[in-house]
């Protein structure tokens, strides 16, 4: 049974169709739908039902695709095993925000395909969340504070932002003091996100009000340097604008928990080493960047999900 054929049943299967697994695994439609053919002949049986929206698992399909998925991993770290020390090949699927990631983490990629030439990298750049699993992703770089889930969690560096306005805003407006005071504000927000902010060792909570929202960094700081708002903004994507003089920093006494930035993966007992590489690699980077800040606000979350209640699971 050729283990090929398993990894692409897998991927169809948990896509939905070929023409997604096709483009997961970075090959022709045809070649996957000859994979297939060729597994489901050799078994004799049935593994996923053909429709015109894509394609189904039936009875035995859904049985097998968890052995052929277990078989597979098992595959990939006996091959990393035996490779030459530091050596990685095959492929890693990255899911990264695009707020700042082609600025920041595309660096950091770019330098692991450096090293590692047999290594296929695809990076995704997306605001948006992505499903790991149902999308078929090995691992995201996310940052901000972490929702509860069952995916495993790799810390990599500080987080960092604060609260700025525009001179014009705060001169037509006002700036607030306190975190109370925001309520009487208008916001820049992504969605409905709740602003957390240290009183002492106390963090309040705070949902804002506005009517300018956008899924991402760079436009809210655009909508802050018009002033239309006060926006709770990464340092990475404010520190020009503050140097400027066009943002101002605001309730200072009051700044932002510290956060964090984040290699997620899916559940399972040891992680693929290409997968320990780059958290290595991101671990150096923020080490010898200390100017590289960057806020939950890029990633924010409902006030249910305070840094108390984030469930970390550190990889070894």
């Known amino acids: 049974m050729d283990i090929e054929e398993l ?9 939905g169709g070929v023409s997604a697994a096709a483009l997961r695994l970075g090959v022709s439609k045809s070649i996957v739908s000859r994979r297939l053919f060729r597994l489901e002949a050799e078994l004799g049986i049935q593994l996923l039902a053909r429709t015109t929206r894509g394609a189904a698992l039936t009875e035995a399909g859904a049985t097998f695709r968890d052995y052929a998925a277990r078989v597979s991993a098992e595959i990939d770290v006996a091959r990393e095993t035996i490779l030459p020390t530091g050596e990685l090949r095959g492929r890693l699927r990255v899911a990264a925000p695009l707020t700042f990631g082609p600025t920041h983490f595309a660096l950091v990629l770019a330098e692991m395909a450096r090293r590692h030439p047999e290594l296929h990298i695809q990076t995704c750049y997306s ?46 407006h006002g700036s607030p003091e306190t975190p109370e005071e ?38 809210l ?8 708002g006060i926006a709770y903004l990464p340092d990475c994507l404010t520190h020009e604008y503050v140097a400027s003089g066009a943002l101002v920093p605001i309730m200072t006494r009051h700044p ?3 956060a964090g930035a984040y290699v997620v993966r899916p559940p399972g007992q040891h992680p693929a080493r290409k997968i320990r590489v780059l958290t290595e690699l991101l671990i150096e980077y923020f080490g010898q960047t200390p100017h590289f800040e960057v806020s939950v606000a890029a990633s924010p979350l409902p006030a249910s999900k305070q840094p108390g209640r984030v469930r970390e699971r550190v990889d070894p």
Not at 7 to 15: L, P, S, Y
Not at 133 to 162: F, H, M
Not at 182 to 193: F, P, S
Request: proline letters at 6%; aromatic letters at 8%; a neutral charge.
């Open 182 to 219: 925001i309520v009487a504000h208008q916001a820049l927000m992504q969605g409905t996100e709740a602003w957390q902010f240290m009183d002492g060792g106390k963090i309040i909570t705070v949902r804002p009000q506005g009517r300018f929202k956008a899924d991402n960094g760079t436009a």
């Open 127 to 172: 605001d948006r969340f992505v499903d790991l699993i149902s999308e078929g992703y090995d691992c995201a770089i996310r940052v901000g504070y972490l929702q509860d889930s069952n995916l495993i969690a790799r810390r990599v560096g500080p987080i960092y932002g604060k609260l700025v306005a525009s001179p014009d805003y705060i001169t037509a």
């Open 7 to 15: 990894k692409t049943f897998v991927e169809v299967a948990d896509a």
């Open 256 to 258: 932002p928990p510290p």
């Open 221 to 228: 700081v655009a909508a802050a340097t018009a002033g239309l």
